[in-house]
């Protein structure tokens, strides 16, 4: 007796929907993409010398997540931030490119 998976497979028949390639989506909009790209476009406007609080309570996700996926995408782009965090808040600023340690020579 055939399963229904080998009749399948005899006939061309898929258990699933095909569809054309050029109609499958490209690229990955992952689940903390806005909150990323909304820090980056505020990094952006930044005065020097000032750092954004995001409030831990307007995360939809732990800070660590979003920390997470705030140091992947900047490492991404070659974008040097810093971020500290307290009990209530994450906050993120633009960093200095590190300096050549003179002392070293």
Do not use: C
Not at 64 to 78: E, F, P
Request: hydrophobic content about 35%.
């Amino acid at each position: 007796m055939e399963t229904s998976s080998r009749k399948a497979q005899k006939t061309g028949l898929t258990h699933f929907k095909a569809l054309l390639q050029s109609n499958v989506p490209q690229g990955r909009n992952g689940k903390h993409k806005g909150i990323v790209t909304t820090i980056l476009g505020d990094l952006d406007n930044l005065k020097k010398g000032s750092a954004l609080r995001i409030p831990l309570a307007e995360l939809a996700e732990s800070k660590a997540k979003v920390r997470s996926a705030l140091n992947r995408a900047t490492r991404k782009i070659g974008r040097n931030v810093a971020t500290a965090s307290d009990a209530d808040a994450l906050y993120v600023w633009n960093a200095r490119e590190a300096e050549p340690d003179v002392a070293k020579r």
